[in-house]
């Protein structure tokens, strides 16, 4: 009784062909440059509080800086200096901030800050809260130019005249953050996210099918 046998056989040594699925990296595309009256706005911002900040730390130093001797005694306590201190450090760093709207560090974190450095800046993190200052800003200072309209019995009249013109430039604050937001806004919003193909590790190779024997039909084993 002759047996026929069929074998099927993988060759030696074959691995099935490793499958590998494409896993998304996102990388944060590059931001243009900003615009040089971009720039210039921003470093302007940063003089614009300046003038005001020297006149109170003077004051903070006993000089009535244009106030009569009767109307600098309420500035003359230590809360009120202490107070006007924090006060002209408080906007000169506000002032300063708005540098990061066309520096790198406003769109990525520096790398000495623990935990988030290195990490990219949301768009929306920075435009937020610039938008509503510029705004809060714009109010604040708006009637800065009537200044010389309203009676200023406790000052003399150089203080008077001095106060009024050192206070003007902070008309301009809010606009010109205003500005140099939407010119950040506009930069930023184009870096979507851009995704590359990274190839996942080769999967293991599969164990080659067991021989297989067929048995012709009508012949035993």
């Given at each position: 009784?002759?047996?026929?046998?069929?074998?099927?056989?993988?060759?030696?040594?074959?691995t099935?062909?490793?499958?590998?699925?494409?896993?998304?990296?996102?990388i944060?595309?590059?931001?243009s440059?900003p615009p040089?009256?971009?720039?210039r706005?921003?470093?302007?911002?940063?003089?614009?509080?300046?003038?005001?900040?020297?006149?109170?730390?003077?004051?903070?130093?006993?000089?009535?800086?244009g106030?009569?001797?009767?109307?600098?005694?309420?500035?003359?306590?230590?809360?009120?200096k202490?107070?006007?201190?924090?006060?002209?450090?408080?906007?000169?760093?506000?002032a300063?901030?708005s540098?990061?709207?066309?520096?790198?560090?406003?769109?990525?974190?520096?790398?000495?800050?623990?935990?988030?450095?290195?990490?990219?800046?949301r768009?929306?993190?920075?435009?937020?809260?610039?938008?509503?200052?510029?705004l809060a800003?714009?109010?604040?200072w708006?009637?800065?130019?009537?200044w010389?309209?309203y009676?200023?019995?406790?000052?003399?009249?150089?203080?008077?005249?001095?106060?009024?013109?050192?206070?003007?430039?902070l008309?301009?604050?809010?606009?010109?953050?205003?500005?140099v937001?939407?010119?950040?806004?506009?930069?930023?919003?184009g870096?979507?996210?851009?995704?590359?193909?990274?190839?996942?590790?080769?999967?293991?190779?599969t164990?080659s099918?067991p021989m297989?024997?067929?048995?012709a039909?009508?012949?035993?084993?």
């Amino acid at each position: 009784m002759e047996r026929m046998r069929t074998r099927k056989e993988h060759p030696t040594g074959s691995t099935s062909s490793p499958t590998s699925s494409p896993t998304p990296t996102p990388i944060s595309a590059p931001s243009s440059p900003p615009p040089r009256w971009a720039v210039r706005a921003a470093q302007l911002i940063t003089l614009l509080a300046l003038p005001t900040g020297l006149w109170r730390l003077a004051m903070v130093c006993g000089f009535p800086s244009g106030y009569t001797e009767a109307g600098f005694v309420p500035f003359d306590t230590p809360g009120s200096k202490l107070w006007m201190l924090t006060l002209s450090v408080a906007c000169e760093l506000l002032a300063l901030l708005s540098l990061g709207l066309v520096r790198p560090w406003g769109e990525t974190v520096p790398r000495w800050i623990p935990v988030i450095g290195g990490r990219p800046v949301r768009p929306l993190a920075a435009v937020v809260p610039a938008a509503a200052g510029a705004l809060a800003l714009t109010a604040i200072w708006a009637a800065m130019p009537l200044w010389w309209t309203y009676p200023h019995t406790d000052m003399t009249p150089t203080g008077r005249l001095l106060v009024g013109v050192i206070y003007q430039p902070l008309v301009l604050w809010g606009p010109l953050l205003g500005a140099v937001t939407v010119s950040y806004y506009r930069r930023t919003k184009g870096s979507r996210t851009a995704h590359t193909n990274t190839p996942c590790p080769a999967n293991a190779a599969t164990a080659s099918e067991p021989m297989a024997t067929v048995v012709a039909p009508g012949h035993s084993a």
